[in-house]
């Protein structure tokens, strides 16, 4: 061995504790963990929270929202589900969640240190029994994030939530999106309700908030495929989850962003969309998904996309005892906000 090298090693790191860091990216995580250079954050210690963020639920009384530029919002409401039910629970399972983050090893981004991000806790939600009024909840919560210039991500709960979200984040022009799922979820109307979660991509174009031109949906599978009609007709591009492979991430990257561009882009991401050998945890579950680590690289190849709000939904726990689905949503989330701090490097 170098003597000469273990010496300046003994001479830095000896005495060193967990927080003494040089470099000025692993620096900024270890500033979010260690307090008093050797002390770190207990990671099953303190209130769960999204991605252990600041709980600030009083920000929503103020006009300003508090100066947040990120919120993340619990969204617990699934009268939507078409099959089981159970993602009225996601929220809280993935706030469960513990040791995601603080560092994106790709982007080399820690985005609590570069963002003022908080969980600022759950919709209010008048009933639970009622769909129609708990989209209407959910469109007008957000719409105050929006109106506050706050990028909102919001955590399923269904995906008939995106009906809402969309409506709030594209009310003053529609937006594009990247949507990520088993299902192209443009379905119609059926048993009397628009509002299902098989259907809000398609009541989001008819609402004039989401442009089909520059939406992309990536890991579409399964026997409900005769449902989405309206994503062909109306200039949708969809992905299939067997074409992901053949045409190789890369490609798949390089085609979403051409689809959105540089415009306003919203990221929807169904937990369905993996695998369920991988996230057994959701009411659809749809065979030959994702896998993590493709969902994973194709989120951070979209660095640099301008991502205005987003979600993730379809966490079901009670399906899956290892938690391994909520692990892969929180994850998700995070890759999120790592991409919202990307956009405003």
Same mark, same amino acid.
């Given at each position: 061995m170098d003597q000469a090298k273990l010496a300046a090693l003994r001479a830095r790191y000896l005495d060193a504790t967990g927080g003494d860091i040089d470099d000025p990216d692993f620096a900024k995580a270890a500033a979010q963990q260690f307090s008093e250079s050797d002390r770190r954050k207990w990671p099953f210690a303190d209130p769960a929270t999204f991605l252990d963020l600041p %709980?600030?639920?009083e920000v929503a009384t103020l006009p300003d %929202?508090?100066?947040l530029d990120v919120a993340l919002i619990g969204v617990p409401m699934d009268l939507g589900v078409t099959n089981r039910a159970g993602a009225r629970h996601g929220p809280r399972a993935v706030r469960a969640v513990e040791r995601i983050g603080p560092y994106e090893h790709v982007l080399r981004i820690t985005p609590a240190a570069e963002l003022k991000a908080a969980d600022i806790g759950d919709v209010p939600f008048r009933s639970r029994f009622s769909l129609e009024s708990c989209h209407e909840d959910i469109e007008a919560f957000f719409a105050t994030v929006v109106k506050a210039g706050v990028v909102p991500?919001?955590? &399923?709960g269904d995906h008939s939530i995106s009906r809402a979200t969309l409506r709030a984040v594209g009310a003053a022009h529609p937006v594009g999106m990247i949507h990520i799922d088993a299902h192209?979820?443009?379905g119609g109307v059926y048993e009397g309700s628009k509002f299902h979660h098989g259907g809000p991509f398609r009541q989001a174009v008819?609402?004039?908030v989401l442009d089909p031109a520059r939406t992309i949906q990536i890991g579409i599978r399964g026997g409900a495929e005769y449902l989405w009609e309206f994503s062909y007709v109306s200039g949708m591009t969809v992905i299939h989850a067997e074409e992901v492979p053949r045409l190789g991430l890369p490609a798949v990257i390089a085609r979403a962003r051409e689809v959105v561009g540089d415009g306003p882009t919203y990221l929807s991401f169904d937990v369905d969309s993996l695998d369920p &050998? %991988?996230?057994p945890g959701t009411g659809?579950?749809?065979m030959g998904g994702l896998?993590?680590?493709e969902v994973l690289e194709l989120l951070r190849g979209l660095a640099g996309v301008n991502i205005v709000g987003g979600d993730v939904v379809e966490v079901a726990p009670q399906y899956d005892p290892t938690s391994n689905t909520a692990q892969c949503a929180a994850q998700v989330l995070f890759e999120l906000l790592c991409l919202v701090a990307a956009g405003r490097r």
């Open positions: %709980f600030r639920p %929202f508090g100066g991500l919001a955590v &399923g192209c979820d443009t008819l609402d004039g &050998g %991988f996230a659809t579950p749809e896998t993590p680590r």
